[in-house]
T-cell receptor
């Protein structure tokens, strides 16, 4: 079975500080991993994805994530937080089920607050 | 290119009423899914489809029904609404299952 654990339901950082959002996964097969961002009252927007190519993945808005198989982790980072980064972030793992579909399984989310 | 379109954006139902949440995509994606989002629980998969005429249950299918008669449309039906179905519902589609595009959501309240 595949699952995702996001450590910390709320993270606060100062503007200009490093952003680190943690995600650990469990998968019986090589996973595809994703980070999505959700701004208030909006849908989910794909930030970046890992699909077994380079382990360091760069996404939009200056975010990146590193796939570490030994730690089963896919943490999201950004060197310098902006006020506009305040949102909820979801880590997700893609798993192939019996029908052949690659369904997404989500973590419970981390709400990022940026303090001016 | 509209992407994934969900209607309505907001809905209030009385317990026991039925309704259909609409989802349409114009990207010729084979994969389509319905999720519900509840505070502190992330997004949970309700039903999904890998192509026209093919649907299957996700993690939380009870009380919901789907059909996929065309590639473009994937409606979600609530058969007899219950307060526990108060949630935000998202439809998503994907070409290969490796990265989904989400609609803007339907906020449903059941009273």
């Amino acid at each position: 079975a595949q699952s995702v654990t996001q450590l910390g339901s709320h993270v606060s950082v100062s503007e200009g500080a490093l952003v680190l959002l943690r995600c650990n996964y469990s998968s019986s097969v090589p996973p595809y991993l994703f980070w999505y961002v959700q701004y208030p009252n909006q849908g989910l927007q794909l930030l970046l994805k890992y699909t077994s190519a380079a382990t360091l993945v760069k996404g939009i808005n200056g975010f990146e994530a590193e796939f570490k198989k030994s730690e089963t982790s896919f943490h999201l980072t950004k060197p310098s937080a902006h006020m506009s980064d305040a949102a909820e972030y979801f880590c997700a793992v893609s798993a192939k089920v019996q029908t052949g579909a690659n369904n997404l399984f989500f973590g419970t989310g981390t709400r990022l607050t940026v303090i001016p | 290119n509209a992407g994934v379109t969900q209607t309505p954006k907001f809905q209030v139902l009385k317990t026991g009423q039925s309704m259909t949440l609409q989802c349409a995509q114009d990207m010729n994606h084979e994969y389509m899914s319905w999720y519900r989002q509840d505070p502190g629980m992330g997004l949970r998969l309700i039903h999904y489809s890998v192509g026209a005429g093919i649907t299957d249950q996700g993690e939380v299918p009870n009380g919901y029904n789907v059909s996929r008669s065309t590639t473009e449309d994937f409606p979600l039906r609530l058969l007899s609404a219950a307060p526990s179905q108060t949630s935000v519902y998202f439809c998503a589609s994907s070409y290969s299952g490796n990265g989904y595009t989400f609609g803007s959501g339907t906020r449903l309240t059941v009273v």
